[in-house]
């Protein structure tokens, strides 16, 4: 298995854009959990996902923000409209409860 | 609502001695605490766990210890190596995984 692939690496848009971030888990696993990663709060839990239905998105920080697990191989993060403070490095993970892996990361630029 | 908490954003030990990483929660619910470590650009990288039935796990140079009635667990690292810098997270499960903030630890050689 090659592990969480997350899509794009890298991105940089326009502040008021639509962004779609996406992720593939590793075949099998239950969880996937989306991860915000900034210099403040460091890892931040978004939202987390049990055989495809989402569990808790108290995370989320607005409503611009939405994820979907259409099926148990793809997952997206949405934001829309995107802002500047949206800036960081998304993380998607997938596994269990006792050990999950992550994938490399999404780096996001609003300007 | 920070649930696990790293208090030292960063630590700096000589190469050959211990690091020792601290991590302090505060949900009694949690059923298994992890170390991640984190190089740049890369996601973080599952190091070690511990079951909150025991107090102890060892994996090579690599030790973690809880300590339940102090909701604190801490990593050992012995001895430490220049390849062990990076950024390690704490981390809690129960029915979701929270993470601590990091701390940087850099062995100088």
């Known amino acids: 298995d090659a592990g969480v692939i997350q899509s794009p690496r890298h991105e940089v848009t326009e502040m008021g854009q639509e962004v779609t971030l996406r992720c593939k888990p590793i075949?099998?696993?239950?969880?996937l959990f989306w991860y915000r990663q900034t210099m403040m709060r460091g890892l931040e839990l978004l939202i987390y996902f049990n055989n495809n239905v989402p569990i808790d998105d108290s995370g989320m920080p607005e409503d611009r923000f939405s994820a979907k697990m259409p099926n148990a191989s793809f997952s997206t993060l949405k934001i829309q409209p995107s802002e500047p403070r949206d800036s960081a490095v998304y993380f998607c993970a997938s596994g269990g409860l006792a050990e999950a892996f992550f994938g490399q990361g999404t780096r996001l630029t609003v300007v | 609502d920070q649930q696990v908490k790293q208090n030292s954003p960063s630590l700096s030990v000589q190469e050959g001695r211990i690091s020792i990483l601290n991590c302090d929660y505060t949900n009694s619910m949690f059923d298994y605490f992890l170390w991640y470590k984190k190089y740049p650009a890369e996601g973080p990288t599952f190091l070690i766990s511990i079951s909150s039935i025991k107090d102890k796990n060892e994996d090579g140079r690599f030790t973690v210890f809880l300590n339940k009635s102090a909701k604190h667990l801490s990593l050992h690292i012995v001895p430490s190596q220049p390849g062990d810098s990076a950024v390690y997270f704490c981390?809690?499960?129960?029915?979701?995984?929270?993470f601590g903030a990091g701390t940087r630890l850099t062995v100088k050689p």
């Open positions: 075949s099998g696993h239950d969880y």
């Open positions: 981390a809690a499960s129960n029915n979701d995984m929270r």
